[in-house]
Each structure stands twice: as structure tokens, then as C-alpha cells.
């Protein structure tokens, strides 16, 4: 059909008059839907609007700079956009379809997206409130990631006795779901990642490089430790008490007397 209401030619002249001519046009993203996060330096992006009119063509700025017209590769469809070079950090990607007739979009689509190539650090301490030595086969290590995170499970944890691997109960507080975070909405978000039931000696924890990705898909590097581990000396049974020498003089403890009437 001819939604512009021009006279078409033939033998048969039809002239269409839709009321979809006088339309406000609407810009919106096509599918798949461009990401907020990526950690590569080209971008794919998708846009249409409706109503569809024949010359349609679309103006976009990409942070802040001037429009740049695109014109779609035949009418009534679409356009991509392939973006390249693009530099770290935030963008914004802005896109307004333009009718033939010079009319645009009043509200161009916006989309916000943030590219990162610099992967998660992690560092692992022993809580402050861990004594070192300790006489309980208890051990809680703070561990910190410098952004947020995807994927950090309990289980990527790895504990040491005296430099061989160990598997002590182990969760992460406060106990999320099945000691997992999938989802972690704060930057430097510290996790407390208590071990139970270990024999005697130096208990030390680390996290493995490739267990946690952020937000663009970056693999954490493998955790600096300071601090990190903590020595568990059990008392033995039987053990004497320690002895304990009293100097000076002795003063009398005062007595007391309870009567019935």
C-alpha cells in the first residue's frame, strides 16, 4: 500500500489516504536489545519506529556530538548501526526517526551503555573480629571485590591447612540463598566467609581467578591476600592448667550466714 496518499500510476489509479499519514512518529530499539554493559569496543544497534512512511530516514548523536543521518537499505525497514572504536567508559546513544516531509521524533529513543575491559580484583583478610591463634576450628575471612559481581559462590572460596588444599564447611554471611551471590548491587561489596570444622594449624583462604564476572562480562583476577590466614590451636584434653602464683598477703574472704525464723 501507499500510506502517503499519493496517486499511484497504472490503469487503475487508487489513491490511499491512511489515517496513519498525520501520525506522531515513535523510535524505539529493535531486538536484540543493545547492552548497558560490554567489555568490547563495538556495539551492533538496532532501531525502528512506526509508523512506517516511505523516506524515512534517522538522525543520531552519539555522546553528545552532531547528528549523523542513517538511511535504511529499503523503505519500511529498519536501520543498524555498527559502532566501532568505541573508547572505556560511559556513552549515550541517542536516535530520532525524520519523516521525508523534514518532521521528527519529538522523543528520540536514548540508550546509556558502559564499556569495561578491566576485570574485578578481589583481596581476602581474616575478619577484625578473628583472633589469631584461636582455640575453636572457627574461621571467618573478609572478602572484598572492588565492583559488583555475578556468579561468587561459596565454593569459590579455597582453603589451605598448612599449604594443602582442605574442604572445612564453609558459608558466606549473611547466608544468601544456597551460599550464593548471583547478584551483588553494590560496589566494594564485602562478604564474610566463615570455615567450620578443620583440623590444627594455619588455615588459609583465597579466591581463584575466573569464578566472578562483572557487570561486562570481565573475569576477576585471582585474590591478593593480606593476612589471610589463621592458626587454630586446639586445647589438648587432659592438659594441666596453667599455675598461678599468688604473692603478698592473703586477705580473709568475708563470711556470710543465712537463719530461718
Known sequence: GNPIGETLPGDNQVT???TTVDAPLNTYFGY???VHWTKNTSMSIITYSTPQFPGTTYERKLDGGDWVV???PSVFSGVTEELT???YGGHSYVIRAK???GVVDPTPAIHTFYVDSTPPSVTIEKA???PSP???PSATFAVQLNEPVTQFHVGDVQFFLDGSPVSPAAKILPNFENNTYTFVVASGQTYFVTATGFGAGTLTATVAAGVAFDLAGNPNTASTNSGNSVSYQPISAGSSPPDTTVSGP???SPAYATFND
Open 70 to 72: 542513517l538511511t535504511p
Open 250 to 252: 592473703i586477705e580473709p
Open 128 to 130: 577484625s573480629v578473628q
Open 99 to 101: 519523516k521525508s516531509t
Open 134 to 136: 584461636t582455640e575453636a
Open 85 to 87: 572504536g568505541l573508547s
Open 16 to 18: 490511499y489516504n491512511l
Open 32 to 34: 536484540p536489545a543493545p
